[in-house]
């Protein structure tokens, strides 16, 4: 079973310093990785997609790193502000069972004005 | 807005209540998903549908009764809830089920 963990669970920076969210997974059998931002009692924004065969994806001051061997993906969000308060979710889609998307229970970020 | 909408967006109901949770999506999409979203917890996958057909369920209890009556509207029953059923309930859809998922807003559901 597809086993995904986010760390920090949360943190506070203050505006404009560069935010570093980690995600990792067990098992390397990935079609892709997904992040996802949720604003509070809010649904899920897609922010990037990576392939398996993908090394990293950009979106503006969004970039997000896949190391499929190792497990490990990393979303940075650059000069952060406050508009990027929220909950990043990451998603591990497996090849097999169903191509089920496997959710981490998320990054909670609040950058300080 | 990403095209899927939900309603209510917040449900109170007692235990011996019967209600229902209605998604909806103007995409053109063929598959949708119910899922559930607890305090502290990942989201857990509850129902697939792809082209209105039930292709997955996830070990829900079967006081959730899902309803697909065409490919753009879906529907969450709920029946004889219990006070651990209070999460927020998460509908989405995707062009495919191998494609990326676009969520609605959710109901936020409490149980008393």
Known sequence: KQEVTQIPAALSVPEGENLVLNCSFTDSAIYNLQWFRQDPGKGLTSLLLIQSSQREQTSGRLNASLDKSSGRSTLYIAASQPGDSATYLCAVRAIYGNNRLAFGKGNQVVVIP | ETGVTQTPRHLVMGMTNKKSLKCEQHLGHNAMYWYKQSAKKPLELMFVYSLEER??????????????????????????????????????????????????????????
């Open chain 2, 55 to 112: 292709v997955e369920n996830n070990s829900v209890p079967s006081r959730f009764s899902p309803e697909c009556p065409n490919s753009s509207h879906l529907f969450l029953h709920l029946h004889t809830l219990q006070p651990e059923d209070s999460a927020l309930y998460l509908c989405a859809s995707s062009p495919d089920r191998e494609e990326t998922q676009y969520f609605g807003p959710g109901t936020r559901l409490l149980v008393l």
